[in-house]
C-alpha cells in the first residue's frame, strides 16, 4: 500500500524557516517523481514544486522560486521542502504526492501557519 | 502559465441524477488532464487521469472526456458519497494548475 507521511509543519514568524518531510513507503521511491502541492485555508489546491526521480530536475512555481527548495533522499524514501523567508501568503496545508503518470498519490497533508 | 476555467463553481444533485463538470484549458493540454475529489479535511483522490481513464478503484459512474481544452467529468447517478469538491489539474506544462473547483452537493 502507498503511503505518504508529511511531518515537520506548525506554527512560524514571517521571514524564518521551516522544512517538511514526507516519508514515502509501499512503492519505489526512486522511480518516481515527487511534488508538492499547498492549500490555503478554504481555498483551493495549488501545485509548489516538482523533483524528478533523481534529484536532477527541479520546477517551482513564481512564488516560491528563490524561496522555497525541494530535494530527497532516495537512499531514506524521503521527500523534503525547505522553506525560507516565509510569508503570511504561505499558510496552507502542504500535501506531498507521488507523481506517477499525474499526481496519484497524496500524504495527509502537513498546516504551515506564517504568523507573528 | 496555462489557466484552467472550472465550471459551475457549485452544484446540488438530486440522488440518481446525472451531473457534469467543466474545465477549459487556455491552450491545448493534449489530454493531461486530471481529476480529483476532495472530502472536508481530506486529502484530494485521484479519480480520471489521461482525461478519461479511470483510476483503480474508482466507481464506474465515474467518467471522463474530452481533448484540447476542453473537459469534462460526469457523474452517472450521483451518491451521497459523491458529495465534496472536484477539481481539474493539468499536468502538460509547469506550472501544473488546478481548476478553482467544483463544490457538489446532494439536494
Known amino acids: 500500500e502507498v503511503q505518504l507521511v508529511e511531518s515537520g509543519g506548525g506554527l512560524v514568524q514571517p521571514g524564518r524557516s521551516m522544512k517538511l518531510s514526507c516519508a514515502a513507503s509501499?512503492?519505489?521511491?526512486?522511480?518516481?517523481?515527487m511534488a508538492w502541492v499547498c492549500q490555503a485555508p478554504k481555498k483551493g489546491l495549488e501545485w509548489v514544486a516538482t523533483?524528478?526521480?533523481?534529484?536532477?530536475?527541479?520546477y517551482y512555481r513564481d512564488s516560491v522560486k528563490g524561496r522555497f527548495t525541494i530535494s530527497r533522499d532516495n537512499a531514506k524514501s524521503t521527500l523534503y521542502l525547505q522553506m525560507d523567508s516565509l510569508r503570511s501568503e504561505d499558510t496552507a496545508t502542504y500535501y506531498c504526492?507521488?507523481?506517477?503518470?499525474?499526481?496519484?498519490?497524496w500524504g495527509q497533508g502537513v498546516m504551515v501557519t506564517v504568523s507573528s | 502559465d496555462i489557466q484552467m476555467t472550472q465550471s459551475p463553481p457549485s452544484l446540488s444533485a438530486s440522488l440518481g441524477e446525472t451531473v457534469s463538470i467543466e474545465c477549459r484549458a487556455s491552450?491545448?493540454?493534449?489530454?493531461?488532464l486530471a481529476w480529483y475529489q476532495q472530502k472536508s479535511g481530506k486529502s484530494p483522490q485521484l479519480l480520471i487521469y489521461?482525461?478519461?481513464s479511470l483510476q483503480d478503484g474508482v466507481p464506474s459512474r465515474f467518467s471522463g472526456s474530452g481533448s484540447g481544452t476542453q473537459y469534462s467529468l460526469k457523474i452517472s447517478g450521483m451518491q451521497p458519497e459523491d458529495e465534496g469538491v472536484y477539481y481539474c489539474?493539468?499536468?502538460?506544462?509547469?506550472?501544473?494548475?488546478f481548476g478553482a473547483g467544483t463544490k457538489l452537493e446532494l439536494k
Open positions: 489521461y482525461a478519461s
Open positions: 504526492a507521488r507523481l506517477g503518470t499525474i499526481l496519484d498519490y
Open positions: 523533483i524528478s526521480y533523481d534529484g536532477s530536475s527541479t
Open positions: 491552450e491545448d493540454i493534449y489530454s493531461n
Open positions: 509501499g512503492f519505489t521511491f526512486n522511480n518516481y517523481d
Open positions: 489539474l493539468q499536468g502538460s506544462k509547469y506550472p501544473n494548475t
